[in-house]
Nanobody
Framework: QVQLVESGGGLVQAGGSLRLSCAAS????????MGWFRQTPGKEREFVAF????????YYADSVKGRFTISRDNNKNTVYLQMNSLKLEDTAVYYC??????????????????WGQGTQVTVSS
């Protein structure tokens, strides 16, 4: 069992930056690849970024590529999402998720085993 707790959300002006953190419980954090997703009211949860178990590979949605960076510290059981040059359309609840799967499409919510409760990010003009 893995519990995930996100933090770092808040209100920021367009063009600003935020760093989200996702702290995981348990001693098997490095066994899980991690993803970040986001969701706005009335819409499906949307893939944002993915990082492999060791952190060697990362993948991003086209909408955030070049602006967001996912990273992880397996010694601290934490995954991060650095968000720069934020836009109004980045406003959403952001969720981190953990998957133990060795195959599957990392952009699909269905491969993830555990989810955090979400943290709100609001970008204002």
């Amino acid at each position: 069992q893995v519990q995930l707790v996100e933090s770092g959300g808040g209100l920021v002006q367009a063009g600003g930056s935020l760093r989200l953190s996702c702290a995981a419980s348990g001693r098997t954090f490095s066994s899980y690849a991690m993803g970040w997703f986001r969701q706005t009211p009335g819409k499906e949860r949307e893939f944002v970024a993915f990082i492999t178990r060791g952190g060697g590979y990362t993948y991003y949605a086209d909408s955030v590529k070049g602006r967001f960076t996912i990273s992880r510290d397996n010694n601290k059981n934490t995954v991060y999402l650095q968000m720069n040059s934020l836009k109004l359309e980045d406003t959403a609840v952001y969720y981190c998720a953990a998957t133990g799967a060795n195959s599957g499409n990392y952009a699909y919510t269905t491969i993830y085993d555990y989810w955090g409760q979400g943290t709100q990010v609001t970008v204002s003009s």
